[in-house]
């Protein structure tokens, strides 16, 4: 069983509360079959997730066997076949989609809703197929389908809940996590450096010049994207308020605190155990949180 729960890295489950977004940002986070149908997505999407997870340790088995550290899991370490990794996958896929058809118990989900997060879903799944199995090779690409992923899971969020996404908040989206995969090569490119022997198959694409410029660039315009999405007039117009902008000062702080560990602590190559473990990092999510619902719900 542990081996099993280790194959479907449920700690990697906190990447789909991006599913969540469009309730936060579309004021609908405390309404109640809006939240409702945000749980059945986040959880639809995790099993797809657990679904690819079983596939990228199934194609990458022989490179695993020969990391230092990769070679403890479940697939590559022999505590789990290949046949009992294909079937779980198939059964977590079927899992996400029939997660997604629970929405057709809820009345207002039942207008094609259920169909558009499915095919969401769906396209995500086969997405990242093509991902394990040979985009991921291509530097660039490989971290632009990784940012696409968490746009799909805001428009999932944003289909389950029939919110309409500003512009703004996709394009932040899609630069945020752009700027967290590009950190995330950055461990790799040092990995490199010391070793002589490229982690990934694209690494020998990338140089810490490179990243260090990636990084600066993307974490600039994504402040600019929110500060834009703040003072939009669609949002002034929906939330009734023009003090969103207080918010981008947690947005700066957390940016500047992801670059600190990236740069000065060398430690960005596992962007969820960041969230999961740096008080800071948690701190000011948790601050902009609050401080994001005290203006749209309080003031």
């Known amino acids: 069983m ?3 729960i280790k194959l479907l890295r449920p700690n990697q489950w906190i990447k789909n509360f991006f599913v969540f ?3 936060v940002f579309g004021g609908e986070l405390f309404i109640k079959e809006s939240f409702l149908e945000g749980v059945i997505t986040f959880f639809a999407y995790s099993f797809a997730a657990s679904s690819i997870y079983c596939f990228n340790d199934i194609h990458d088995v022989e490179d695993d066997r020969h ?5 403890h899991r479940p697939i590559a370490s022999g505590a ?3 046949a009992q990794a294909y079937g779980l996958m198939i059964l977590m896929f079927m899992l996400a989609m029939g997660t997604v058809a629970l929405m057709y118990l809820i009345p207002e989900s039942a207008d094609g809703r259920p169909l558009q997060v499915g095919g969401v879903i769906l396209f995500y799944w086969l997405l990242n197929l093509a991902y394990c199995a040979k985009l991921k090779q291509f530097a660039i690409i490989d971290v632009c389908i ?3 992923g968490f746009v ?3 428009l999932a969020g944003g289909f389950a809940t029939d919110v309409v996404l500003s512009k703004w908040i996709v394009l932040m989206t899609f630069l945020l996590t752009l700027f967290m995969s590009f950190a995330k090569r950055r461990d790799d490119v040092l990995l490199m450096e010391e070793t002589g022997k490229a982690p990934r ?3 020998i694409r990338y140089n810490l010049t490179f990243i260090n410029q990636a990084i600066t660039i993307t974490a600039s315009v994504t402040l600019v994207c929110y500060i834009m999405y703040t003072v939009s007039p669609e949002v002034i117009k929906n939330f009734h308020t023009e003090n969103l ?3 981008s000062i947690f947005v700066l702080v957390g940016l500047l605190r992801y670059i600190q560990i990236a740069v000065v602590d060398e430690k960005s190559g596992n962007p969820t155990k960041i969230i999961q473990k740096d008080h800071f990092t948690q701190l000011v999510v948790l601050a902009w949180l609050l401080a994001f619902i005290l203006i749209i719900y309080v003031m």
């Open 2 to 4: 542990k081996n099993l």
């Open 21 to 23: 977004g469009p309730l």
């Open 67 to 71: 990391h230092i550290t990769k070679c």
């Open 80 to 82: 789990i076949s290949i």
């Open 146 to 148: 990784v940012a696409f």
């Open 152 to 154: 799909l899971r805001l």
């Open 201 to 203: 198959k694209n690494t």
């Open 245 to 247: 902008y207080l918010t």
